[in-house]
């Protein structure tokens, strides 16, 4: 019995050793690890971060009548351009009941006033010729003539004011039911006119559309809404995450989805200084300012994307960020520098910004140092093939 154990000991020993034996034997028949290299090069590293929105006119400015009243006709479209005091719409009067009662009232009320004005002017007239008289033969002082002119050029005066109250009463009258009247002219409130030089946006209404007057307790019926499409900005929105990087006056590159291989500058000049919550993230609004896009028509409303330059290095010495390697003691980087064949020495370098890709080299190589790929994928060993 103890022989046979023995025996068994014996052999499995022996297999365990033939085992370890041609395992060493395939490690020695496999490829020495070779390590390639890469050398520095200049290029312009751009950190930035992206932010989506839409381009908009700097200004829109909305057209809307003085009086309220229905579309009688239009005389401009979407996409034409108009200047300052071009006839946009024409509006038809339909008159309040009791406002145009209460102006025909207003009426008959400084015509009463007028004829008393006359009673009482032809009344002091008289007087005056009698008592100019009396005066002129001496018979009364200048005191007492005095008194007499003053009441009459008084009463001429209120013959001349209820004069001038009449027509006004009879101009309201006029505008309340038609909207104009003689002597406005080109200022017309039943014209509609621009009130700035630009291209027209949109045109909400049409002939036969009911519209409001603007006032203190409504914003009005909308005409038409015009802009000067040569002065746009980007508007858009940008994560929490990211507002804390940006500030006012960055230099922002704006790429239109509608308008292909080709990009615009422009300067962000506000960021909004409340966040509002979007889909359970907060998003901040920017704006930014296209700079002259004299060579291009961009529509308002395109939608856009904006990167948002934070840093720029250009023209400057860099290497792929892969091949820097950091002390697991000092956290520092470093670069390992070939020296021979497959022989390298560590090099301690300062880096600036990076994109994720490439990363700048303030100083410790040069641009003639092999720098050792560290983390290439290793090829197949022999054994596995």
Request: charged share 25%; glycine share 6%.
């Amino acid at each position: 019995m103890k022989r046979t154990t023995t025996v068994i000991i014996l052999i499995v020993i022996v297999a365990s050793f033939t085992t370890a034996l041609i395992y060493l034997w395939q490690k020695n028949q496999e490829d020495p690890i070779t390590y390639t290299t890469q050398m520095a090069s200049n290029q312009t590293i751009v950190v930035k971060t992206m932010a989506t929105g839409s381009i908009v006119p700097k200004e829109e400015i909305l057209i809307k009548p003085n009086i309220s009243g229905v579309v009688e006709e239009v005389f401009i479209e979407a996409g034409e351009f108009v200047k300052q005091g071009d006839l946009i719409a024409k509006i038809r009067v339909i008159p309040n009941v009791s406002n145009l009662t209460s102006a025909k009232n207003n009426i008959a009320s400084n015509r009463t006033s007028l004829e008393t004005a006359e009673i009482n002017f032809k009344t002091q007239k008289a007087i005056y010729d009698r008592q100019k008289e009396l005066f002129d033969k001496g018979v009364i002082a200048a005191n007492e003539f005095d008194q007499v002119n003053n009441t009459y050029l008084q009463a001429k005066q209120q013959v001349e004011q209820s004069r001038i109250n009449v027509t006004q009463a009879r101009q309201n009258y006029d505008i309340i039911k038609t909207g104009t009247t003689s002597g406005l002219g080109n200022v017309a409130q039943t014209q509609v006119r621009a009130t700035v030089s630009g291209m027209i946006l949109d045109v909400p209404v049409k002939a036969g559309n009911q519209v409001i007057e603007a006032n203190n307790f409504n914003e009005g019926t909308s005409i038409a809404s015009l802009a000067d499409v040569k002065k746009m900005i980007f508007e858009g929105k940008i994560d929490e995450s990211e507002v804390g990087k940006i500030k006012e006056g960055l230099p922002l590159e704006i790429t239109v989805g509608a308008i292909e291989n080709q990009k615009f500058d422009a300067i962000l000049d506000y960021i909004a200084p409340k966040g509002i919550a979007e889909n359970g993230a907060i998003q901040f609004e920017i704006k930014g300012s296209l700079k002259t896009i004299e060579s291009t028509f961009i529509r308002a409303g395109l939608s856009a994307n904006a990167s948002i330059i934070l840093e720029k290095a250009e023209n400057v010495m860099a290497i792929k960020e892969a091949l820097v390697q950091y002390d697991k003691v000092t956290k520092k980087p470093f670069v390992e520098i070939e020296v021979g064949d497959q022989q390298f020495e560590r090099k301690d370098i300062e880096l600036g910004i990076s994109d994720g890709i490439f990363v700048e080299v303030k100083k410790g190589i040069t641009k003639d140092d092999k720098i050792k790929v560290w983390n290439q994928i290793q090829g197949i060993p022999k054994y596995a093939r």
